[in-house]
């Protein structure tokens, strides 16, 4: 079996996890399970809820969204900071800008297809300009995946992190600083996605460099964590 760079590097990360003992003897380990469990059960309702009761993954994404919608998706990943400027709201790693979300935009009425970064502090979509091959490797990754080849979601988003400007922060917290912040991102999406209507569903086909450098960013420094 063959891993790729970003698969290599999540399962070192793994390996040199320590392992914790625990307090507790086997014996008292046992005796715990007949505890009764506490109910945490309660009715509640609020709109917060009643979002996050319809929140799902849809693997139907074919078709296109207007370009309203996208903007919709990509505010609710920004907070202000002052001035009138906005940054991604990334709980953890959110002041250092350590992270990019690049779109890779195939059916967005109103926007041409192509491939944007995010300018957070600007509120806009900025073109980069990527080779179609290597948008489309990463299309028939999305694609396959999720079970319908010759289907394209309208579009694909990635979150790239900065593993240099991380690790002067968190020396030893790089991998799991960056996809704290990936899962952050990714829980905003499903709530905003919920809230319009629109499908989303969380891809675990990672970038193994090529479009990455596609991209004209260093390998050795940007990696896709999301």
Not at 65 to 78: C, K, P, R, V, Y
Not at 131 to 158: C, D, I, N, Q
Not at 192 to 210: K, N, P, Q, R, Y
Request: charged share 15%; glycine share 8%.
């Amino acid at each position: 079996m063959s891993l790729s760079i970003a698969e290599l590097i999540v399962l070192e990360a793994a390996r040199q996890v320590p392992v914790r003992g625990s307090n507790l003897s086997a014996v008292q380990s046992s005796d715990s399970a007949w505890m009764p469990g506490v109910s945490f059960e309660v009715d509640v309702e609020s709109p917060l809820h009643e979002l996050l009761a319809r929140r799902m993954s849809s693997r139907d994404l074919a078709g296109s969204i207007d370009f309203g919608e996208l903007q919709h998706l990509l505010s609710l990943l920004a907070v202000p900071v002052g001035n009138q400027r906005r940054r991604l709201g990334a709980a953890t790693t959110g002041g250092l800008g350590a992270q990019k979300l690049l779109c890779l935009v195939s059916s967005v009425e109103g926007l041409n297809p192509g491939v944007y970064e995010v300018d957070w502090s600007r509120g806009a979509l900025q073109p980069l300009m990527v080779s179609a091959e290597a948008v489309s490797r990463v299309l028939e990754k999305v694609s396959t995946f999720m079970g319908a080849p010759s289907a394209t979601p309208a579009v694909v988003m990635l979150c790239i992190a900065d593993w240099h400007r991380l690790s002067s922060a968190y020396e030893n917290g790089v991998l799991v600083s960056a996809l704290w912040d990936a899962g952050s991102m990714l829980a905003h999406l499903y709530l905003a996605a919920s809230e319009i209507g629109v499908g989303c569903c969380a891809v675990s086909a990672l970038d193994d460099g090529t479009f990455v450098t596609a991209a004209e960013l260093d390998p050795e420094r940007w990696g896709h964590v999301g």
